[in-house]
């Protein structure tokens, strides 16, 4: 299988589980539980990003490379337009509903923010991406990532990818040390003078998540100009840097299951936690990030060819599950995907609110169902991109 191919599996299954995370029942979901998240700090939202990156790296570093900086720019920078109108569909889908049924204002209200009682300044700050509804937040900070890649794939294809990877550590470690309050502050203050209790609402940090995103886009730009051999980087026979990626995994996975079994005492949860800030993704879900994305890349790369016999199935097992052809059809088309995913997710708790409790067995129909969904926007997407293609074949004149 293509390396893009398995890529697009991966961004699959993280899509899957942002579904399962994101619905909201009565009474929970026991499918929410059979979940990789529970096994460390390592949740979809982190892959999903570090992929995008990866991806954004490797497609646009070639037309740089071949076309010249202005080609791969132009594309980047239409990709992040589109994606603001995506945003703003979504946004307008949701709030055209409420207006339409006004009883979803009560349902959706913890998740509107101040959208739930919109007034002009709420909607203008929506609009511009500074006060977001409960999961919809994660497109304005990829916006912005789009929005400043283009000189940063540049700088790669001129060997300053060092500059980069410094440049985006130094803005993670700020904003660890809290360096960006007084700009949050700012900001907080000049909408509340706008409309009282107006302030910005995003969940992720768009400073810290950056270092995710940046390292994707600095691998993907290195492996696509052949200035990294993924495959010597990750050999079978080296092992020192795996040992290293699992005993950070074992560790994190310890403490998780430790802490959701009852043998981690309290106290020392709560100092754990005191340094978990998943919005502003602190030192905790780095590490387990490293860890565990190094231990699925050498499985994946050095796996098939590894001496030992269980290794070589692990590998087999992963490289089938995220070959499978659901999984890379919403992959391909992710962030239609993902805008999908987010109404669905909004119908889903109007109807657990209105019609339900609900019992298990539907509860868990439900969310396969909205998983199941997930390929409605993708199949009109392919459908779309064919016709296009047809359209811009050249037409053969039969003979008479």
């Known amino acids: ?8 599996g991966l961004r699959g299954y993280f899509l899957v589980f942002m579904m399962l995370n994101h619905l909201y029942f009565t009474g ?12 460390g700090f390592v949740e979809d939202a982190q892959g999903f990003v570090f992929l995008s990156g990866l991806l954004i790296g490797m497609v646009y570093a070639k037309r740089m490379a071949r076309e010249g900086f202005a080609a791969g720019a132009v594309r980047i920078w239409h990709r992040a337009a589109e994606l603001y109108l995506y945003a703003l569909l979504c946004l307008f889908v949701v709030l055209l509903a409420v207006r339409l049924m006004p009883e979803l204002e009560a349902y959706w209200a913890n998740w509107l923010g101040e959208l739930a009682s919109p007034g002009h300044a709420s909607t203008l700050a929506a609009a511009t991406l500074v006060h977001q509804p409960t999961y919809m937040d994660i497109l304005p900070q990829y916006i912005a990532y789009l929005l400043v890649a ?16 410094i440049a985006s550590a130094v803005l993670w470690l700020a904003v660890q040390l ?25 969940h992720f940090n768009v400073f810290a998540w950056q270092v995710v995103f940046m390292a994707g886009l600095v691998m993907g730009a290195l492996s696509a100009t052949h200035r990294i051999d993924w ?29 959701t079994f009852g043998v981690i005492p309290e106290a020392s949860w709560d100092r754990f936690v005191a340094i978990t800030n998943r919005g502003e993704f602190s030192l905790v879900y780095l590490l387990n990030f490293v860890a565990t994305g190094y231990l699925l890349a050498w499985l994946l790369i050095a796996g098939p060819w590894a001496e030992e016999n269980w290794i070589r199935q692990v590998a087999a097992v992963l490289t089938s ?17 993902y805008v999908f995913h987010v109404v669905v997710v909004y119908a889903m708790l109007a109807v657990d609110r209105h019609l339900g409790p609900f019992p298990e067995s539907v509860r868990t129909l439900l969310a396969i169902t909205a998983i199941a969904s997930l390929a409605i926007p993708a199949w009109l997407r392919e459908a779309d991109l064919r016709g296009t293609r047809q359209a811009a074949m050249p037409t053969t004149r039969g003979a008479s």
């Open 1 to 8: 299988m293509r390396r893009l191919e398995l890529l697009d």
């Open 150 to 165: 283009p000189p940063l794939v540049y700088l790669v294809l001129r060997d300053r990818w060092m500059l980069v990877a």
């Open 28 to 39: 929970g979901l026991t499918l929410v539980h059979v979940n990789h998240a529970e096994l």
């Open 178 to 202: 809290g360096l960006h309050l007084p700009l949050g502050n700012a900001l907080d203050h000049l909408l509340g003078q706008v409309e009282p209790g107006l302030a910005m609402r995003n």
């Open 321 to 337: 599950l995220f070959s499978l052809p659901f999984l890379r059809l919403i992959g391909r088309h992710s962030l239609q995907v």
């Open 231 to 259: 495959k010597k980087v990750f050999h079978p026979s080296s092992r020192s840097m795996l040992l290293a990626a699992v005993v950070f995994f074992s560790f994190f996975m310890a403490f998780r299951l430790g802490w």
